[in-house]
């Protein structure tokens, strides 16, 4: 499972490459029942969820890493970013104010 259209809701993983699997689905879905609202039992795949602070633009469902030095995260952005030394987990929610709080799926 990956992350919806909104903060909170999950949806199937489409292509291995580009989507960053959040949770395992515990149930069977129909055709039918594949719709959206339709609510199922999931694991989250992690260690924790832990509030991060912001220092750049964080946004849903993006692998964060640390800004620097500075004890805050950030999105892994491009692969030149000299930043990106290791992926601390994926963001669970967004913000582009430095200082805010952010839910993080620690890896």
Same mark, same amino acid.
């Given at each position: #499972?990956?992350? &919806? @259209?909104?903060?909170?809701?999950? $949806?199937? *993983? /489409? ?36 509030? #991060?602070?912001? &220092? @750049?633009?964080?946004?849903?469902? $993006?692998? *964060? /890493? ?42």
């Amino acid at each position: #499972m990956k992350f &919806g @259209a909104n903060n909170d809701t999950l $949806t199937a *993983v /489409t292509a291995a490459d580009d989507d960053h699997a959040v949770a395992l689905s515990m149930e069977a879905l129909t055709a039918g029942q594949n719709v959206a609202g339709t609510r199922i039992n999931v694991r989250m795949l992690g260690n924790a969820v832990l509030p #991060m602070v912001v &220092g @750049a633009a964080v946004t849903l469902g $993006t692998k *964060v /890493t640390c800004q620097g030095t500075t004890g805050r995260i950030k999105d892994i952005g491009a692969a030149a970013n000299t930043d990106a030394r290791q992926i601390i987990g994926i963001a669970l929610g967004a913000s582009s104010t430095a200082g805010d709080l952010v839910p993080v799926l620690i890896k």
